[in-house]
């Protein structure tokens, strides 16, 4: 671990007078290690609060060496931060906290904990001291900790707030820790609420909350803290490029609003160069609808108009679910609102504007949220957009909007698992992500649209077939095929085909999906596979067994074998249909193929093999022979399979067939081109004409600075802790 202190030239720290400090633990910072030393009163109580307003969990398998288990990173960081400085939080029970500062052993009694949760954005702890006072520490979010200081720590709250403008420039999450000294009689009665609002079994969230809320005020402020929130490597490379892939981005978190404007500018979702960034910042939802109109009213000033056609849409009460289109907006613009303007936001005819004027944005940014509001934000854009939503996170406070999303990846790091065991995908880096979406969705994607256009068609081609021999055998439902050909037509006959094609086909390799992030478009417009593909499937299934039964027809109608016999019987006329069909329908998938494999080699041609090899093994002498109510084509395979209509036929049928096709995919490009049909252009001639390697540009952040507050950290043990149910699992562990 490494705390950032003032880093020059200088040696690192020694702290070698202290036997229980953490070896890997790095600070240069000597002057505040002097602190420590001269016994400075206030620096000893900042320490003290460290390393007491907490519920991390300690163990101490062997002397001296401890292990900290924190409900969140930041907690341990600070905890293990004040060890080393001399203030070594050692052990816990459900009635007291073990302390060693400055190699002098201290027992606090724990008197209760109020922990942290998502609406009080802090926590606090009441002990009492060695020298019998009763103290609070307490540490929480800036904005809520200013608000509960007393008024004689204006001066000091206003050097600090600087201070922390400072730490955010460097975008650092931050928080503020106050004590307060409280009167024996007054905590005796505040306690007796306390315990009230413990049993109670009805509204007990809210009586605690009331109860913390008495004693948690004229608090004297101690200081603050700072922890370094270093972006994973590529996370700006990799939104970049996403970015190209014509995704929109938008950051929730739970952060204060400077960070998370930080964090964004550092990621290149908010640039310097918009147009402008809007910040949303009413406090009722009167002022709210103002703001959100007047920044729409500048990005698209007729989308304000009442003549305008999504107004006009609106007003006149569509029923729910409605879509509301794209707009496209005059600029590049980005928005910026916080949770409590968020929550009137969500409200009512509020949240059709909030989320009209977010999506004409580039760049979204909803900070200080609570779960339930990521995962609200979430619902909104897919209850009133038609496009599919992803939510990556990697924290426990992550996971409603993880599994509000269409589709959920989790991160796991140090904030724990929870994420990663509620998400569809999981893994470690962010930029893993790039991959997921542009090599292997776009593929998953492809493969799977080819798979449905070529499932649909030969089973048109299949199926339709009998309708045009309808008007042959009188309407009376006979089957052209023979019983055996249908059972095994897909389920033998053409599963390979398809089967190698889904797992296996990709139109460019993993190089080019990445540096060309515009290929990933059409999965997004679903432009592969929709209505007006499925009408082409039925077409071409339509005109493919019109060919499949009038060329044979027309091939043995009249005809004659080479031994003078006549070759236009039923089974003759089945037998050649149905060879025609798996010839056309294989060469088919082998002309949507892309990337050719030997496994796709053995999957197609091995079929055509496998097709023959069955045909002559269920038209054999034997099996008629042995089972003549089962096999009724009895020869048919040897005598029609050496004519030459029949592979005349078969020939002029997949010509005809394919023909089409063919002539379709040289035109399409020519005469109805697609966005991405000029990014496989500009691939073919870089294949032809290789690039140089593409140099590395280290990415330019902003020179102007950013405050940047945040606070990292959820609901931790206390409940678990003042329960006494860790002392009893230890004494039980013991005994073993």
């Not at 190699?103 to 904990?113: D, F, K, M, N, P």
């Not at 160069?273 to 406090?283: I, N, Q, R, S």
């Not at 078969?650 to 966005?675: A, D, E, N, T």
Request: proline residues 3%; charged residues 20%.
């Amino acid at each position: 671990m490494r705390v950032r202190g003032v880093k020059d030239q200088r040696d690192k720290v020694d702290f070698s007078y202290n036997k229980l400090a953490d070896p890997k633990f790095s600070f240069y910072d000597k002057t505040l290690v002097e602190a420590v030393k001269r016994g400075d009163h206030w620096v000893h109580l900042f320490f003290l609060s460290l390393s007491l307003c907490h519920t991390v969990m300690s163990e101490e398998k062997v002397e001296g060496e401890l292990v900290y288990q924190a409900q969140s990173p930041d907690e341990g960081a600070l905890v293990t931060a004040a060890r080393n400085l001399g203030f070594v939080f050692r052990s816990r029970t459900s009635e007291t906290i073990t302390m060693v500062e400055m190699g002098e052993t201290r027992v606090y009694q724990l008197l209760a904990i109020l922990d942290f949760s998502n609406v009080r954005k802090r926590m606090s702890v009441i002990v009492l001291t060695p020298e019998n006072r009763v103290m609070l520490f307490c540490k929480g979010a800036d904005t809520v900790i200013c608000e509960l200081l007393h008024p004689s720590c204006t001066s000091l709250s206003d050097v600090t707030m600087e201070h922390l403008d400072d730490f955010a420039s460097e975008g650092l999450r931050t928080l503020m820790v106050a004590y307060r000294e409280l009167d024996h009689e007054y905590f005796k009665s505040w306690s007796k609420k306390h315990s009230e609002a413990y049993l109670s079994l009805e509204n007990r969230e809210n009586k605690l909350s009331l109860v913390y809320e008495e004693i948690e005020k004229d608090l004297m402020l101690l200081g603050a803290t700072a922890i370094e929130d270093k972006l994973q490597d590529k996370v700006p490379e990799t939104i970049i490029t996403l970015r190209k892939a014509t995704t929109k981005i938008w950051i929730l978190t739970g952060d204060k609003q400077e960070t998370a404007v930080n964090i964004a500018y550092s990621c290149n979702i908010l640039e310097d160069e918009m147009d402008g960034v809007f910040t949303v910042k009413g406090k009722d939802s009167e002022t709210i609808r103002q703001e959100l109109r007047t920044a729409r009213g500048k990005m698209k000033p007729e989308s304000l108009l009442e003549s305008d056609p999504i107004n006009i849409y609106l007003t006149e009460k569509p029923k729910m679910p409605f879509r509301i289109p794209e707009e496209e907006p005059n600029g590049n613009y980005g928005l910026i609102i916080n949770g409590y303007s968020l929550a009137y936001a969500l409200e009512g005819n509020l949240e059709v504007e909030l989320l009209r004027t977010a999506c004409m944005c580039k760049g979204v940014i909803c900070c200080r949220m609570t779960p339930l509001q990521k995962a609200q934000v979430v619902q909104l854009v897919k209850r009133y957009k038609k496009v599919v939503t992803l939510a990556i996170g990697d924290g426990a406070n992550d996971v409603s909007m993880i599994k509000a999303a269409h589709i959920g990846v989790g991160i796991s790091g140090q904030e724990g698992m929870q994420a990663m065991l509620n998400s569809d995908f999981a893994f470690s880096q962010f930029h893993y992500l790039q991959r997921l979406l542009l090599v292997h969705g776009r593929w998953s994607y492809n493969r799977m649209c080819k798979f449905l256009s070529y499932f649909f068609y030969k089973n048109f081609a299949f199926t339709l077939v009998h309708f045009w021999y309808a008007f042959f055998n009188g309407f009376s439902a006979q089957t052209v095929y023979d019983t055996w050909f249908i059972t095994c037509y897909n389920l033998i006959y053409t599963s390979l085909p398809v089967l190698g094609m889904s797992l296996f086909d990709q139109d460019v390799n993993e190089t080019w999906s990445q540096r060309f992030p515009e290929l990933y478009e059409p999965g997004q417009h679903n432009l592969y596979f929709n209505k007006k593909e499925f009408m082409k499937c039925l077409v071409h299934g339509i005109y493919s067994s019109f060919v499949l039964f009038f060329v044979p027809m027309g091939t043995i109608y009249d005809s004659e074998r080479n031994d003078g016999r006549d070759l236009s019987d039923f089974q003759s006329f089945s037998l050649i249909v149905q060879t025609t069909l798996i010839w056309v329908v294989t060469v088919q998938i082998a002309l949507k193929i892309t990337y050719w494999t030997m496994i796709s080699h053995f999957f197609i041609w091995g079929s055509l093999g496998v097709y023959f090899c069955i045909l002559f093994f269920l038209y054999s002498d034997g099996l008629c022979v042995l089972f003549p109510s089962i096999f009724h084509f009895l020869g048919v395979a040897r005598n029609v399979m050496n004519q030459p209509q029949m592979w005349l036929c078969l020939i002029l049928s997949v010509v005809l067939c394919m023909v089409p096709v063919i002539g379709y995919q040289f035109l399409k490009p020519l005469f109805w081109p697609l966005s991405v049909d000029k990014v496989f252009g500009r691939i073919r001639h870089c294949m032809k004409h290789p690039l140089s390697p593409p140099v590395r540009v280290r990415m330019k952040h902003p020179s102007s600075r950013r405050s940047a507050y945040a606070f990292s950290h959820k609901q931790g043990f206390g409940a678990l802790i003042v329960s006494g149910k860790t002392e009893k699992f230890k004494i039980a562990k013991k005994s073993k």
